[in-house]
């Protein structure tokens, strides 16, 4: 596995995490995750023996289970691993003081659900109240100091939003939604880059849509599935059979279509790591192994970028 650098923060993180929404569970009306409590914890105690030491959270996964779960799997290994976790801050009321409590409290929340000391990343899942901005970075810095947590960041693509919070403390990592379908967050990577930020990659493989499983085959998803409507559509269909041109990339067994959308990502200039879900060992393993794979050749990224403009989004 390769580490690098969390931008300012110094930290050695594996260039593929595991994003831990599947954890979650079963999540109310947003539907089943598609795995077990118990398949969970295997798959973080595989992610150790493979070298995968970046886990992405947060309090709302799963209301919280998500979190609960990573608590037990990390018992007696704590110390391999890099937890990253978030937040959710008021966005639409401009109280100072409860922005500060909401901070406070879901810290505290976080800290006991995943049975540890501190938080190695501590970020923001929406943008704040632009009236209480300034109140959460502080808050945000005293949690810093108190040793609670190590280093704190936002997730969002949003640009000027980063600014005002960079003017405003240490802001030192972002979380980016970016992969081939998506590349709007291009100019996130860019200002992170810029200001030594690290970056992590979260829907790397659109939810799903560019693991190839899906390409040549009507995508058959359990009824809970949060994506069934929008994967089952006639446009979802046409997409897809369009997005089975990207199998160039997997040729002579180079690469699997998981390997190849990750390298896509890997090999873009302002990231640290990609972060997809992993249900199953399995899953995981086949993540983790994109390090391994041939990187795209500039000629296959450029034909790739042109098969996923063609297919279009659903």
């Known amino acids: 596995m390769e ?30 995750t598609g795995t077990t409590d118990e398949e969970s914890i295997a798959t973080v105690h595989r992610a150790q023996e493979i070298g995968v030491n970046l886990l992405d959270t947060a309090e709302g996964y799963g209301q919280g289970h998500s979190e609960e779960v990573l608590g037990k799997a990390l018992k007696g290994r704590r110390d391999r691993f890099i937890i990253a976790t978030k937040v959710r801050p008021s966005t639409d009321d401009p109280d100072e003081g409860k922005a500060r409590v909401r901070i406070l409290e ?21 943008i704040p109240h632009e009236n209480t901005m300034s109140a959460v ?18 997730s969002t693509n949003d640009t000027a939003a980063i600014r005002k919070l960079l003017a405003l403390g240490d802001l030192a990592t972002l979380q ?42 009507a995508p058959k998803l359990d009824p809970k599935d949060r994506r ?53 060992r399995q899953q995981l393993e086949d993540n983790a192994d994109a390090m391994d794979a041939p990187p795209l050749t500039p000629e296959e990224r450029a034909r790739a970028i042109r098969i996923a403009e063609a297919a279009g989004t659903f």
């Open 137 to 154: 970075m502080e808050t945000l810095a005293a949690l810093k100091q108190q040793g609670k947590i190590r280093w704190f960041g936002i």
């Open 228 to 280: 069934l409507d929008r994967f089952t559509s006639e446009k979802a269909l046409d997409v897809f059979r369009k997005l089975s041109e990207l199998l160039f990339l997997t040729e002579g067994g180079k690469r699997t279509m998981v390997q190849a959308a990750l390298r896509f990502i890997l090999d873009t200039e302002g990231v640290t790591s990609a972060i997809p879900g992993a249900k199953s």
């Open 3 to 32: 580490y690098r650098t969390l931008g300012k923060t110094g930290l050695k993180v594996s260039s593929v995490g595991v994003g831990c929404w599947q954890m979650g569970g079963l999540v109310g009306a947003s539907g089943w």
């Open 106 to 126: 879901a810290c505290e929340g976080s800290l006991r659900r995943l049975q540890t000391d501190v938080i190695d990343v501590y970020q923001l899942h929406a």
């Open 176 to 217: 980016v939604g970016y992969n081939l379908l998506s590349r709007s967050g291009e100019e996130a990577l860019r200002l992170a880059k810029e200001e030594n930020l690290g970056a992590l990659i979260r829907v790397p493989l659109a939810s799903g849509a560019l693991s190839g499983r899906y390409f040549n085959a």
